[in-house]
Nanobody, 121 residues
Framework: QVQLVESGGGLVQAGGSLRLSCAVS????????MGWYCQAPGKRRELVAA???????NYADSVKGRFTISRDNAKNTVYLQMNSLKPEDTAVYYC???????????????WGQGTQVTVSS
């Protein structure tokens, strides 16, 4: 059974840094795009950053220049380095991966359990 396991959230002061990790466990045929989403209370879940299997990235305008997404394909892991954090970055962060478990099945979205990031002013 495929699972996404996140780690690295926590409480940090404004201007600080955090690094989130998300590891895919279980048997997979291919892992395509991976990404991080955030959801603040009362708001919709929105894309923070995404990375293709080839390493192409895209970012929400609000995090450009502060956050960096990367992945280690050998470890089936995606990372989000978060620098210069602001109170408005406070949210639950979810890892997403588009995975094909076996070649005869379509690609499916998988989600991590979410990790809380809180930035104090």
């Amino acid at each position: 059974q495929v699972q996404l396991v996140e780690s690295g959230g926590g409480l940090v002061q404004a201007g600080g840094s955090l690094r989130l990790s998300c590891a895919v466990s279980g048997r997979t045929f291919s892992i395509n795009d991976m990404g991080w989403y955030c959801q603040a209370p009362g708001k919709r879940r929105e894309l923070v950053a995404a990375i293709s299997s080839g390493g192409s990235t895209n970012y929400a305008d609000s995090v450009k220049g502060r956050f960096t997404i990367s992945r280690d394909n050998a470890k089936n892991t995606v990372y989000l380095q978060m620098n210069s954090l602001k109170p408005e970055d406070t949210a639950v962060y979810y890892c997403n991966a588009k995975i094909r478990e076996v070649y005869w099945r379509p690609t499916t979205d998988y989600w991590g359990q979410g990790t809380q990031v809180t930035v104090s002013s």
